[in-house]
């Protein structure tokens, strides 16, 4: 067991991706199967009751089934999404030739650092067990009774000592770290880049279609730095500081975690992922076409962002990778920027410039610019690449990648959908936060 979680997500040999018909059209039948506009747009006049029943009549009925007698409302479509998730990636493993199930793999990976993530917080904000439990998407390599050490625990230290996959040194020093800073960033943020990291270094093992992978997940990494940036920013950080709290795409996965590195941040809020649940609230006001008494975006787990001289995570690079595309050549340019005028300059003369509404930047600062908005764009547009890829080439990788991230989004829809119906909120204001 110990090996296994060690390599996890590793791999020694080349691995080479071909061509897999036979899958690639199940593949693109289960992707017919998931919600359009149209049922979108039925569902934001339902009830709790008339979305439960609504998704028995879908590719969500065993799930339904299964919580319904136990929940209902939003515990009962938040338990029945994540358990729906599960099975059609494991689905999608079955239907698939080894070769293929090691790309799944890899990518089903970011919901073992949710969980482990999940766990944590669950802990640092005294959440039940219960409903910690109910959070989890069992989807990666890491089940149920590999995570029951980290369950039973009861303080962050006790939590990180029982993690897996991860050795003691490294442990040690993440508590440490938990201890005296008093909050998850620098934890969450190692946690984040050992993911990223070991997939790009397990991709370079892929030839044939492999390439297609290492751009997806290139340019999901540059997008989420570039939020990750904007979000830092907005908090006060310099660009300096900034810079060592992302994902490096031309280093590898050899992470280490020594004295005098650089500091962390969680990478969770930018997260491409829709596993990690959205959080409505109704104080505050967003701007742009979120404009209002309410706000939906993504949680984060702490509220502030600290730095620190020691117990720092660090990754040294052994081999390059393809860098993350668009976003990340526009990552470069607002690094070098010195003012809130030149970040949003750049923002809007580039290629991502049309997500920034006019109303969405008014005050010509940074701490003005509507993330959320500009977020939720962006998962549109990875969407709608994704859907362009698999259009371009039926008969590749893009097929699976592109269904994992559709069926991501789907969920993320519903789980922020119910939660907007539970709040009350106008249909009007909760469409324009759904992804599609």
Do not use: C, W
Not at 271 to 292: A, E, N, V, Y
Not at 319 to 326: P, V, Y
């Amino acid at each position: 067991m110990a090996g296994r979680l060690r390599n996890l997500f590793q791999f020694r040999r080349k691995v080479r991706l071909g061509e897999f018909p036979y899958t690639y059209v199940r593949v693109s039948v289960m992707r017919s199967s998931l919600y359009k506009k149209s049922e979108y747009d039925k569902l934001l006049k339902m009830s709790f009751g008339e979305i439960s029943r609504f998704m028995q009549d879908s590719t969500y009925s065993e799930d339904v089934s299964a919580f319904g007698n136990s929940y209902s409302g939003l515990e009962l479509i938040e338990r029945a999404t994540n358990q729906n998730l599960v099975r059609t990636f494991a689905k999608l493993r079955r239907i698939s030739p080894p070769e293929l199930q090691s790309l799944i793999g890899l990518y089903l990976g970011r919901f073992d650092t949710f969980n482990l993530k999940s766990i944590l917080r669950g802990i640092y904000s005294r959440k039940p067990k219960e409903q910690v439990m109910g959070a989890m998407v069992f989807a990666g390599a890491l089940k149920e009774g590999d995570l029951k050490g980290m369950f039973d625990a009861e303080t962050i230290p006790d939590a990180i000592a029982a993690m897996p996959k991860m050795e003691k040194r490294q442990k040690e020093t993440l508590a440490k770290a938990f201890m005296e800073k008093g909050n998850l960033i620098e934890v969450e943020n190692f946690l984040d880049k050992l993911y990223f990291s070991r997939v790009l270094d397990s991709i370079s093992r892929f030839s044939g279609q492999g390439k297609l992978f290492r751009e997806f997940m290139a340019e999901e990494i540059g997008i989420l730095n570039m939020m990750t940036f904007l979000k830092l920013k907005k908090k006060g950080l310099a660009n300096r500081e900034i810079k060592n709290m992302l994902v490096d795409i031309e280093s590898s996965s050899s992470s280490d975690i020594s004295s005098g590195g650089s500091s962390g941040s969680s990478l969770v809020g930018s997260s491409i992922s829709p596993s990690s649940s959205p959080s409505i609230s109704q104080s505050g006001s967003s701007s742009g076409r979120k404009s209002g008494n309410s706000s939906i975006s993504q949680s984060s787990s702490q509220s502030s962002v600290q730095s620190s001289s020691q117990s720092r995570v660090r990754f040294r690079s052994q081999s390059s990778h393809q860098s993350g595309g668009k976003a990340s050549s526009l990552l470069g340019h607002l690094l070098s920027s010195r003012s809130d005028e030149g970040i949003i300059s750049l923002l809007q003369q580039s290629d991502y410039g049309s997500f920034l509404t006019p109303e969405s930047i008014h005050g010509g600062k940074i701490s003005d610019v509507s993330l959320t908005s500009l977020e939720e764009n962006l998962h549109a547009y990875l969407l709608r690449k994704s859907m362009l890829l698999q259009h371009q080439n039926p008969l590749s990788v893009d097929v699976i990648l592109g269904f994992m991230f559709a069926k991501e989004i789907e969920v993320r829809n519903l789980r922020l959908l119910a939660k907007a119906k539970g709040m009350g909120l106008p249909e009007e204001r909760i469409f324009k936060h759904l992804v599609m």
